[in-house]
């Protein structure tokens, strides 16, 4: 974070004469203010006074960071749906939302932190970001509550579904319908949801006596459709093949079937797929994905709910505390009894 000693090295002023430029005395001339001004601005610079002023103004905004590394966006089959529910709630108490990303954050709006404070934001709802990085670490210090989406921070109350549920419900439907050789296609183990899911498939699979090859292992990466067609051609290549695939995410779940078409087989005649998260997507193909759906309506709504009263106590509340809803099992038509 840029301090008052980085703006007196950069403009060559002395910390005294950038203090009382800042606080408008006027025993400073108007070009050094104005030189002064220019500097904070560039290095993005945000003066004690305003930053300590966050808690005690109303600007009813709230800031939302959305930074979808696949670069679909605004248009995340999943998280879009958590921010409707979220934006229609906290709307009905008179507040808007202002995105705080990446491509906007140039010198003049400096850090996720920063920004807030100079747009007076009250709170930051977290949806996608790379949530160790610098920006961030300096946001779960900062005096800003904040909510997030599908991880677990001990400054930050997180909200997710109840994955060790969903997961389980996903492998004990495989399993009635007479399955024993499930693969799992998993997100990038980087990532919280993606280490969570895989973590409670094994734990499924153990607690029916059913253990997993390494090879049934194939990694989806980005959550993406992509990732799951190139990790589905992984699986296809084994000798010993799947019956049954569990995958993290209904893009996932969407790519492997794919991949099983292109090579001439079709689900779930050949193979049985299930998904998790419930998007619209999955009722759209042909066949209908059979997957574990998440309650986004309520996410976005306790989300709101919790980030409304923390504004109200004006500070963060519930710390490394984790809100988990239910989630429940979609039959669709890409599982079958073998």
Not at 8 to 18: D, H, L, P, Q
Not at 156 to 163: D, E, P, Q
Request: charged content about 25%; overall charge neutral.
């Amino acid at each position: 974070m840029v301090t008052i000693k980085d703006i007196s090295r950069i403009s060559g002023f002395s910390i005294t004469t950038v203090s009382k430029a800042l606080n408008d005395y006027p025993d400073i001339a108007k070009s050094t203010k104005e030189h002064i001004i220019k500097v904070c601005d560039e290095e993005g610079y945000i003066p004690n006074a305003q930053a300590q002023g966050l808690v005690s103004k109303k600007s009813y905004t709230i800031g939302i960071i959305f930074e979808e590394i696949t670069g679909v966006g605004l248009q995340h089959p999943l998280f879009s749906k958590i921010l409707e529910s979220f934006k229609n709630e906290v709307e009905k108490l008179g507040y808007d939302i202002m995105f705080l990303s990446n491509s906007s954050l140039n010198k003049n709006n400096g850090s996720y932190y920063q920004h807030s404070i100079r747009k007076q934001v009250e709170a930051v709802l977290v949806l996608c970001a790379d949530v160790n990085s610098e920006d961030m670490v300096e946001l779960y210090n900062g005096e800003i509550p904040i909510v997030m989406i599908d991880f677990a921070h001990e400054k930050i109350l997180n909200i997710t579904s109840n994955n060790e549920t969903g997961v389980k419900k996903a492998v004990e439907h495989l399993i009635h319908l007479n399955h024993k050789k499930i693969a799992n296609i998993h997100g990038s183990l980087d990532t919280f949801i993606g280490d969570l899911r895989k973590a409670y498939f094994v734990g499924a699979m153990n607690e029916n006596n059913l253990t997993v090859p390494e090879a049934y292992f194939a990694n989806g990466e980005f959550f993406s459709k992509e990732s799951g067609f190139h990790a589905m051609n992984e699986l296809l290549k084994l000798e010993d093949q799947p019956t049954a695939i569990f995958c993290a995410s209904d893009m996932l779940a969407i790519g492997a079937i794919q991949a099983i078409k292109k090579h001439g087989k079709k689900v779930p005649r050949d193979y049985s797929i299930i998904g998790f998260d419930g998007i619209e997507a999955g009722q759209l193909i042909s066949p209908l994905l059979t997957t574990v759906n998440q309650d986004t309506k309520q996410m976005g709504k306790i989300a709101a709910k919790q980030i409304l009263e923390m504004i109200k106590l004006k500070k963060q509340t519930k710390k490394g505390k984790t809100i988990e809803i239910e989630t429940t099992l979609l039959e669709g038509e890409t599982t079958r009894k073998l």
